[in-house]
Structure formats: C-alpha cells, structure tokens
Nanobody
Framework: QVQLVESGGGLVLPGGSLRLSCVAS????????MGWYRQAPGKQRELVAS???????NYADSVAGRYTISRDNPKHAVYLQMNDLKPEDTAAYYC?????????WGQGTQVTVYS
C-alpha cells in the first residue's frame, strides 16, 4: 500500500520561503515520475511541479522561476523549495505520481501566505 506523507507547510509573509517534503513508502520510488500539486479553496487540484526519474523538471507558469522540485531516491523523498511566495500560492500542497493513475492522496501540508 502506497503512503505519502507531506510536511513543511506553514504561515509566511509575501516574499518568504518554505521547503516542503514528501516521503513515500510502499513503492519503488526511483521508478516513478513525481509531482507536487496544490489545491486552493474552491479550486481544482493542479500540478505545479514535476520531476522525471531522469531528473527532468517541469513547472506551471505560475510558479516557474520561484519553485524548485528535487528528489532523493534513497530516502524515497521529493522536495519543493518555494521562494518569493505570493498570497495566490496559498493552498494545500500534495505530492503524488506526476502521471495517472495516481496513488491515494496523503493528508497534504497547508501553505498560507498572508496578504
């Protein structure tokens, strides 16, 4: 059974930074493209950053240049460094496979940027 555990969220002022972590268990982590998603209240969940097994990254236009995804395969972990945060970045953040079918979602970690 796949388990995803996200952490690292919090409250931050505009312009601030946070680093999110996600640890996955129950999978051959290195074999999967991984992604970070976010869901703001009243909005659909969206993919904001992804990294392939070969290390190729892709970002949504709204976060490109501010967010950096990375992974540590031996630790079964994927990270999201978020800089220059904006109020519109406020959302619950989740990790999962970057492509379908996705695993069951973890509890996510809340990021709130004060406006």
């Amino acid at each position: 059974q796949v388990q995803l555990v996200e952490s690292g969220g919090g409250l931050v002022l505009p312009g601030g930074s946070l680093r999110l972590s996600c640890v996955a268990s129950g999978i051959d982590f290195k074999a999967h493209d991984m992604g970070w998603y976010r869901q703001a209240p009243g909005k659909q969940r969206e993919l904001v950053a992804s990294m392939t097994t070969f290390g190729r990254t892709n970002y949504a236009d709204s976060v490109a240049g501010r967010y950096t995804i990375s992974r540590d395969n031996p630790k079964h972990a994927v990270y999201l460094q978020m800089n220059d945060l904006k109020p519109e970045d406020t959302a619950a953040y989740y990790c999962n496979r970057a492509v379908s079918p996705r695993w069951d979602w973890g509890q996510g970690t809340q990021v709130t940027v004060y406006s």
